[in-house]
Structures are given as structure tokens and as C-alpha cells.
């Protein structure tokens, strides 16, 4: 994208003073390839966040949850009973990316008011659930291998050696139960 600002803004240069049109084209591209330049960095900073790597997961998903409920308004809260989970950045990034989709899915799908994720240890382990109050997803869309949210999600954690499940009941919400081991 810099590339394309410095052709253009080289292309401005050669352009007549008198092509006054051209100029003024030139220079909207200019400003849309500035706009697109800025988007690309949010986007990147979205999909790993600075935060996470100099304040770890549990800060990470406070801003993630403080930015949805900015955009959306949907009622955002978060409860831990750990400090901080024993992930190294790698496995911390993958968490991260699983609270991410599954929070994009309560947005695009769950009609829901409130989310609420939970953090916990329990015999060597790190559990998170993400509970909604939205409509809930049926046992044929939780197994239709088109889904690849919830697809990719699964296989995310399982290759971190945990388990995701996911339970509903229709017009009573969504939970998303994740359980991971702790790095020893």
C-alpha cells in the first residue's frame, strides 16, 4: 500500500498543474489508499493486539469485550478467579482467537443482549466459557461442516490439547466451554 501512495503521489508530480482533474483524482486515490493503509492496522492490531503481548490474555479479552460492547451494545462482562493463566504467547494468541470468533459469532448470530465469559482453574486446568442470552444454535448448525467458525475453533484448541464444547437450547442462549491444560 506505501508503494502504491508513493507511485501515486510520483504520478501527481509528473501530472500537469493545468490537468486539474487528474490532480484532483490522484489525490482522492491518495487519500483512499491512506484510509485502507489505516483499516489494515486496525484490523492487525484487532487480530493481536498489542495488549496481549504486554499485559497477557485476561487484559486482551477485557479489551475485546470493552470495544464489542462500545460497537454493539451488548452488555459485556468478564469474571476470573485467574490472575493469569500459565500460557506461553503462542497458546495465549490461539485463546485469543477463539474468544475473538466466538464472540464474532455471538454478534453476528445470537441476537443476544449479554456475554459473559468466565475464567477458571480447575485440577491443572484453565476453563473459559463464553455464555450468551441470545437465540441459541441448533445440533444440525453446531454439525454442519460448513461452519467454519465453530470448525476451526475446535481444531484450535485441540491442537493446544483441550477441549471446546459447545451447549444451547433454542431462545436460551449459547455456552462455549473451553478446557485447557496448564503449561508445567
Known sequence: MTILKLDLSWLQ?????????SRKKIK????HVDGTIELVRKIASE?????LDDLGLIPAIEWQLSELQKRTGI?????????????GPEKSAAVFRVVQEALTNVVRHAKASAVLIGLREERER??????DTGKGITEAELGDPKSLGIVGMKERIARLGGELTITSRRGKGTRL????PIET
Open 13 to 21: 508530480t509528473q501530472t500537469p498543474r493545468t490537468q486539474s482533474q
Open 75 to 87: 452488555r459485556c462482562t468478564l469474571r476470573s478467579t485467574v490472575e493469569k493463566p500459565d500460557f
Open 177 to 180: 466451554d473451553i478446557n485447557l
Open 28 to 31: 482522492a486515490m491518495m487519500d
Open 47 to 51: 487480530l493481536r493486539p498489542s495488549i
Open 126 to 131: 484453565v476453563c473459559i466459557s463464553i455464555v
